[in-house]
């Protein structure tokens, strides 16, 4: 199998990071963006102001508003936000085009991860994920990054991976979608929570214990619902938790940041040009733990912090006051 034509739908940062990446040595890639002045800097001066500011993109990148144009492509990389890849699938035409699925949420509602609703929405389509941990700003500049690419077929994966590896991306090929897409969609709720724990100024202990304990939770919920915990130990699952819960780069740590300064999830998520998706994960991944009989106190925490229902001190001491337990547990 080869892939050579890439496409990418989604025209934020790491949509337009990742056409970066797959335009380099000139080969040309298409990328949808939602907004018409995306499409047109893109285009006119290869830039990105709106999402991705500061960073000269390919001149073999072209932009466009037409989902139809993607027909060209041999693969297409989704890069929607989580709650909108449904739309944006159902919206193409049905074909055997594999779909790489870069997005990192559960969908609202029917609490199915992305491999689920990609599967419902273009059943004819191979699917693969690809994730870890790639704030999109530095893999734009060329900065080492490394990232999990799984597929069910090793031929895809292996040909994927031919197409997008660089010397500074290096795609390491795993069969565990589940287990790649789940730490991607837990890490953004753990990472609005050490963000708390900083802008609460709870210190580099509690930080350290809450990066342990969240993966704990993501590790019980993973094997829940089918990953294997090699996956979840890896650069889809502790890797993207370790970076996104140490760094004020992340939306989701900022978001939490500003939450444990006081501000409201309201507040703080008004008028967001960029996208935080653990604030839409955490309640439908409450959801889900709760229906697969699994406990995530610290999820729980950040919904309570997110809906308003309790204030941060309450939440510090309900945390502090759980029962103590074997640290397996
Ligand atoms: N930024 C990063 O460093 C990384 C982001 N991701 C994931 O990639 C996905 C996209 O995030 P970013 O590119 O960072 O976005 P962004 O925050 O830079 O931009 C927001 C994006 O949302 C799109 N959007 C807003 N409303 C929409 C609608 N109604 N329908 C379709 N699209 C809509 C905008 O067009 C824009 O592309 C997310 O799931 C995120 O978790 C994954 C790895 C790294
Ligand atoms: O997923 C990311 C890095 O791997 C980006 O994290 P944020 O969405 O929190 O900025």
Same mark, same amino acid.
């Given at each position: 199998?080869?892939?050579?034509?890439?496409?990418?739908?989604?025209?934020?940062?790491?949509?337009?990071?990742?056409?970066? @990446?797959?335009? =380099?040595?000139?080969?040309?890639?298409?990328?949808?963006?939602? +907004?018409?002045?995306?499409?047109?800097?893109?285009?006119?001066?290869?830039?990105?102001?709106?999402?991705?500011?500061?960073?000269?993109?390919?001149?073999?990148?072209?932009?466009?508003?037409?989902?139809?144009?993607?027909?060209?492509?041999?693969?297409?990389?989704?890069?929607?936000?989580?709650?909108?890849?449904?739309?944006?699938? %159902?919206? !193409?035409?049905?074909?055997?085009?594999?779909?790489?699925?870069?997005?990192?949420?559960?969908?609202? /509602? *029917?609490?199915?991860?992305? =491999?689920?609703?990609?599967?419902?929405?273009?059943?004819?389509?191979?699917?693969?994920?690809?994730?870890?941990?790639?704030?999109?700003?530095?893999?734009?500049?060329?900065?080492? =990054?490394?990232?999990?690419?799984?597929?069910?077929?090793?031929?895809?994966?292996?040909?994927?991976?031919?197409?997008?590896? #660089?010397? =500074?991306?290096?795609?390491?090929?795993?069969?565990?979608?589940? /287990?790649?897409?789940?730490?991607?969609?837990?890490?953004?709720? !753990?990472?609005?929570?050490?963000?708390?724990?900083? %802008?609460?100024?709870?210190?580099?202990?509690?930080?350290?214990? !809450?990066? $342990?304990?969240?993966?704990? +939770?993501?590790?019980?919920?993973? @094997?829940?619902?089918?990953?294997?915990?090699?996956?979840?130990?890896? !650069?889809?699952?502790?890797?993207?938790?370790?970076?996104?819960?140490?760094?004020? $780069? $992340?939306?989701?740590?900022?978001?939490?940041? %500003?939450?444990?300064?006081?501000? $409201?999830?309201?507040?703080?998520?008004?008028?967001?040009?960029? @996208?935080?998706?653990?604030?839409?994960?955490?309640?439908?991944?409450?959801?889900?733990?709760?229906?697969?009989?699994?406990?995530?106190?610290?999820?729980?925490?950040?919904?309570?912090?997110?809906?308003? *229902?309790?204030?941060?001190?309450?939440?510090? +001491? #309900?945390?502090? *006051?759980?029962?103590?337990?074997?640290?397996?547990?």
């Amino acid at each position: 199998m080869k892939i050579e034509r890439i496409a990418v739908i989604g025209g934020g940062a790491w949509g337009t990071a990742l056409a970066q @990446v797959a335009a =380099t040595g000139g080969r040309e890639v298409r990328l949808w963006a939602r +907004e018409a002045e995306v499409v047109d800097t893109i285009n006119d001066a290869h830039t990105n102001p709106l999402f991705l500011p500061g960073i000269a993109l390919s001149p073999s990148i072209r932009a466009t508003g037409d989902l139809g144009e993607l027909d060209w492509a041999d693969a297409l990389l989704v890069v929607a936000p989580a709650q909108h890849v449904r739309t944006l699938l %159902g919206s !193409l035409p049905q074909g055997g085009r594999p779909l790489i699925l870069c997005s990192k949420g559960i969908e609202a /509602g *029917s609490m199915k991860l992305l =491999t689920e609703v990609a599967a419902e929405a273009q059943p004819q389509a191979p699917i693969a994920v690809l994730s870890g941990p790639t704030f999109a700003h530095e893999v734009a500049q060329g900065l080492p =990054t490394a990232i999990t690419l799984a597929a069910a077929d090793p031929a895809l994966a292996e040909a994927l991976v031919a197409r997008l590896a #660089q010397p =500074t991306f290096r795609p390491y090929a795993s069969s565990d979608l589940i /287990g790649a897409e789940i730490g991607g969609a837990v890490k953004n709720v !753990l990472a609005i929570a050490c963000g708390v724990v900083e %802008g609460r100024g709870l210190g580099q202990n509690a930080r350290a214990a !809450l990066i $342990s304990r969240g993966f704990a +939770e993501m590790s019980r919920f993973g @094997v829940a619902r089918g990953a294997r915990p090699e996956t979840l130990a890896g !650069l889809s699952g502790l890797g993207d938790l370790v970076l996104t819960c140490s760094s004020q $780069s $992340s939306r989701n740590f900022s978001l939490g940041f %500003g939450l444990g300064r006081g501000e $409201s999830a309201a507040a703080l998520m008004a008028d967001r040009k960029t @996208v935080a998706e653990g604030a839409f994960t955490a309640p439908v991944l409450r959801e889900a733990a709760h229906t697969a009989g699994v406990e995530m106190p610290i999820v729980d925490a950040v919904c309570d912090l997110l809906d308003g *229902s309790e204030k941060i001190d309450s939440v510090v +001491e #309900q945390m502090l *006051s759980r029962p103590l337990r074997t640290e397996g547990a």
